[in-house]
Nanobody, 115 residues
Framework: QEQLLESGGGLVQAGGSLRLSCAASRSIFSINRMGWYRQAPGKQRELVAIITSGDTTDYADSVKGRFTISRDNAKNSVYLQMNSLKPEDTAVYYC?????????WGRGTQVTVYS
């Protein structure tokens, strides 16, 4: 069941940019909040950015000013534009979507930033 389909991960040089995309299945409706988490080796999974149904956004302090989250309600999708990437941004990034009754997770996509 590919309820959240992620794309856009990959390898990028430090200082460069990358855009992650996540599309929720049409079987998932009434999504009121979507976001991104990440997990680096040896570290706990952490919140990167979230966006609510009212388009209110919130970011981890480590990515403020560099990352931008947005959503397209017509496509049931969420995006993460990542600029000025640093090696410490290297991690597996996970998409999530929240409805009134359920929380959905993507399988994760690898982002690697090299110097």
């Amino acid at each position: 069941q590919e309820q959240l389909l992620e794309s856009g991960g990959g390898l990028v040089q430090a200082g460069g940019s990358l855009r992650l995309s996540c599309a929720a299945s049409r079987s998932i409706f009434s999504i009121n909040r979507m976001g991104w988490y990440r997990q680096a080796p040896g570290k706990q999974r952490e919140l990167v950015a979230i966006i609510t149904s009212g388009d209110t956004t919130d970011y981890a302090d480590s990515v403020k000013g560099r990352f931008t989250i947005s959503r397209d309600n017509a496509k049931n999708s969420v995006y993460l534009q990542m600029n000025s990437l640093k090696p410490e941004d290297t991690a597996v990034y996970y998409c999530h979507a929240l409805t009134i009754m359920n929380l959905y997770w993507g399988r994760g996509t690898q982002v690697t930033v090299y110097s």
